[in-house]
């Protein structure tokens, strides 16, 4: 019995059937790259001040 509940949770985890190309996957990419190559990077400063951010959020939960 177990065994039957367990595979059916396997079967019900498979991907939806209208999955992205890996092409489509790369052209997403590309496009999200070309709408930020006018923003400048962020320093390491405020990297760390991200991070710092999502850590202390975080721990608030």
Known sequence: MAE???IQSRADRRLPENTVTRAEAMQAFEDMRAQTADLP????EEI???ISAARAERKKR
């Open 4 to 6: 039957q509940i367990l």
């Open 41 to 44: 990077e962020m320093t390491l």
């Open 48 to 50: 760390n001040a991200e």
